[in-house]
């Protein structure tokens, strides 16, 4: 996958993730990074999760709020947990986590080194350089409070950390890979995201060397008493020249609305599902009660793990695939959600035993639905989400408020209500 840098605008949102929700991320999340392995490898992995488009699309597949900061949270989270039980077998380890488990990061990855024999040495100087140029070379006004590493044993990194800015209600998230490392401190990111705060201090961009070459050469020769002395006759000339980034805003309101998803690639989704999916792909559909609703989940997933990175411009289209926790788009449909993973999780035992037919299949389930939205129309996004809610209570639906009702229960509440009157 092609590396970016971009930046974007991630609300702070309060609250946790349900455990009914969190064991079905981490079960989801394990499973994808297993079929990206299977099909492309582990650096390929690495360079999902260091491409911030991607990794916000991830969190919102899994059925997270699709356009908050809690996305970095939850699928860190998810995939340390879900992958700790896969580790050696797939070769990909998640260190680190937010607060208390990020400080913990070097005694991890020390522990790593000497069960798994990566050099745990150079992993930790990483670690503590990625999270110093974020907190300290980079002066955006945002707090540094996570820092995910991820790691293969193959020694290559990803680091996913992110910081707050409480008073402003938003957060930025940084992403690092190894792959592309060749300074710690000349333009080092793959990507930063956040909201744009006008000018910050960024050490980190290629135009600073001079810079950075000229404070250590203040601090051999002036020290701090000269080097404040120095700046505070240049203060009224001095200038910050920083190097503009793409952003991807997320925006500050919660349900999905048209401009946030591309509505022919919905359409091409939903055409895959329903027109053609329960013939073409019959062995995705092993159990009695699946159908094109689950196909269409199949489908969207099937585009984390195989869509190029053009793909995930608009994030808010993957929350279409199992809802949101909040209800936004529509409550978390839960029969849908369990037999996503069940379908996932076969194609991938059965891959191990080396047939990979089902597992094919789900990447021919990716093209099909790119070559329909060429010339398929489909629902307005207002009407596909109206219906999602209208069956939610027959998929299951749940959200942190609670199970969705059924209509008749509705009814007959509303006709109670109305007797007491």
């Not at 120095?230 to 200038?239: D, F, G, I, M, V």
């Not at 997933?301 to 788009?329: M, T």
Request: hydrophobic share 40%.
């Amino acid at each position: 996958m092609a590396r970016r840098t971009g930046s974007a605008d991630l609300p702070l949102h309060n609250g946790r993730v349900p455990p009914w929700l969190a064991g079905r991320m981490a079960t989801l999340g394990a499973v994808i990074c297993q079929a990206i392995v299977e099909h492309y490898g582990r650096d390929e992995l690495l360079c999902r999760l260091a491409h911030p488009f991607w990794f916000q699309s991830f969190g919102a597949v899994m059925g997270m709020d699709w356009h908050s900061s809690g996305i970095t949270t939850s699928v860190i989270g998810a995939l340390k947990r879900g992958l700790e039980p896969l580790g050696d077998e797939l070769g990909v380890y998640v260190c680190g986590g937010r607060g208390r488990h990020s400080r913990r990061t070097p005694d991890e990855l020390n522990v790593l080194g000497e069960r798994v024999g990566v050099d745990a040495l150079s992993l930790v100087r990483a670690s503590r350089l990625v999270a110093k140029v974020d907190s300290a070379a980079v002066q955006d006004g945002f707090d540094l409070y996570l820092h995910g590493f991820f790691v293969t044993k193959e020694g290559q990194w990803t680091v996913v950390q992110q910081g707050m800015n409480g008073a402003k209600r938003q957060a930025r998230r940084y992403h690092w890979h190894s792959g592309a490392l060749s300074s710690f401190v000349d333009q080092p990111h793959t990507a930063i995201e956040g909201p744009d705060q006008g000018e910050i201090i960024n050490l980190t961009d290629r135009r600073a060397e001079k810079s950075r070459s000229a404070q250590l050469e203040l601090l051999a020769n002036l020290g701090p008493d000269g080097i404040v002395g120095t700046l505070a006759k240049q203060s009224a000339h001095s200038e910050s020249q920083q190097l503009s980034l793409p952003y991807l805003v997320m925006p500050a309101h919660h349900e999905v609305l048209a401009s946030d998803v591309f509505a022919r690639r919905l359409h091409g989704t939903l055409a895959a599902a329903t027109e053609s999916g329960l013939v073409d792909f019959p062995d995705l559909l092993l159990t009695p009660g699946v159908g094109a609703r689950t196909v269409q989940s199949l489908a969207m997933v099937a585009e984390i793990v195989h869509g190029a990175p053009y793909r995930f411009q608009d994030p808010g289209r993957f929350s279409l695939a199992l809802g949101g926790k909040d209800r936004h788009p529509f409550p978390v449909p839960i029969k849908v959600y369990d037999e996503t993973i069940r379908v996932m999780q076969s194609a991938l035992q059965k891959a191990k035993l080396g047939n990979d037919e089902r597992l094919s299949a789900l990447k021919r389930l990716d093209e099909q639905a790119r070559r329909l939205e060429r010339s398929v129309g489909g629902p307005t996004l207002e009407a596909h989400v109206a219906r999602e809610r209208a069956k939610s209570f027959e998929f299951g639906g749940r959200s942190v408020y609670g199970w969705e009702k059924g209509m008749a229960e509705q009814a007959t509440r509303a006709k109670g209500r109305g007797n007491q009157k």
